[in-house]
C-alpha cells in the first residue's frame, strides 16, 4: 500500500482548509495512488473493483468531496479528530472513502442485505459529522453534542415515534429497552430504528 505522508498531509489539510487550492490540488495528487489502491482492495465494491472505470469513479467522488477549491471538505476533520485524539488524518480519509465506496456501489448495484442492519450509534454519529457538509454548519466537538445536534437534525424529519427510538438508541439502550419505551411488539425495536437510520442517511448522505 502507497504509503501517506501524514506530516505533509497536515500541512496541506491545514492550507486547503483555509481555502488555498494549490494546497488542496497537492494534497489529492498525493492522495490519488491510495485511494486508487483503496478501491482496488475493497471487499466492499466487490466485482466493481475488477473495473479500472468504477475504481476511477470512486477516486473522482472522493476529488469531488476532499478537493473543493474552498476547503469545505476538509474543515470537518478537525472536529473529527478532536473527538478521535487516538486517530490520525489517515484514519479518517479511510472512513470517508469507505463511505464513498458504500454509496457508490449502492448506486450501482442498490442496497445489499447487510445496509438492513442499522449501525452502530457512534459509527452514524462519525457518518453525520464527517458526511454533512452544508454552509452553515458548525461540526460539533463531542459525542455528547454530535448526538444532540444529529436528534435536532433528525427532529423535523422523522416521525415521533422514530425520533423517540433514535433518541433512545443513541443513548445505548438496546431495541428491547425501546420496543419497552414504545410499547412496541417484539422485534419492532430494530425495524423503528432501522426506518429512522435509512430516512436521516438519506438526507446527510453525499450525492451519488
Known amino acids: 500500500m502507497t504509503a501517506i505522508d501524514l506530516d505533509l498531509c497536515r500541512k496541506l489539510v491545514g492550507d486547503a482548509a483555509a481555502g488555498d487550492a494549490a494546497a488542496g490540488r497537492s494534497l489529492v495528487e498525493h492522495l490519488w495512488p491510495t485511494w486508487i489502491e483503496i478501491a482496488r482492495a475493497s471487499r466492499n465494491m466487490g466485482g466493481l473493483a475488477r473495473s479500472d472505470d468504477h475504481v476511477h469513479n470512486v477516486v473522482a467522488r472522493m476529488v469531488e468531496k476532499?478537493?473543493?477549491?474552498?476547503?469545505?471538505?476538509?474543515?470537518?476533520?478537525?472536529?473529527?479528530?478532536?473527538?478521535?485524539?487516538?486517530?490520525?488524518?489517515?484514519?479518517?480519509?479511510?472512513?470517508?472513502?469507505?463511505?464513498?465506496?458504500?454509496?457508490?456501489?449502492?448506486?450501482?448495484?442498490?442496497?445489499?442485505?447487510?445496509?438492513?442492519?442499522?449501525?452502530?450509534?457512534?459509527?452514524?454519529?462519525?457518518?453525520?459529522?464527517?458526511?454533512?457538509?452544508?454552509?452553515?454548519?458548525?461540526?460539533p466537538v463531542t459525542a455528547a453534542q454530535t448526538a444532540r445536534e444529529l436528534l435536532e437534525f433528525a427532529r423535523s424529519r422523522l416521525p415521533p415515534d422514530q425520533l423517540h427510538a433514535l433518541s433512545l438508541w443513541l443513548e445505548s439502550a438496546d431495541f428491547a429497552d425501546i420496543e419497552r419505551a414504545l410499547d412496541l411488539p417484539a422485534g419492532e425495536g430494530r425495524r423503528v430504528v432501522r426506518a429512522a437510520v435509512a430516512v436521516i442517511r438519506r438526507h446527510f448522505a453525499p450525492s451519488v
Do not use: C, H
Open 66 to 139: 476532499i478537493g473543493r477549491a474552498d476547503g469545505r471538505g476538509l474543515k470537518l476533520y478537525s472536529a473529527w479528530q478532536e473527538r478521535n485524539p487516538e486517530a490520525n488524518f489517515e484514519d479518517w480519509i479511510r472512513i470517508v472513502m469507505a463511505n464513498v465506496i458504500r454509496d457508490y456501489v449502492r448506486a450501482q448495484l442498490g442496497p445489499r442485505p447487510g445496509d438492513l442492519e442499522p449501525p452502530s450509534p457512534k459509527r452514524l454519529m462519525n457518518e453525520f459529522v464527517t458526511l454533512l457538509d452544508e454552509p452553515g454548519v458548525r461540526p
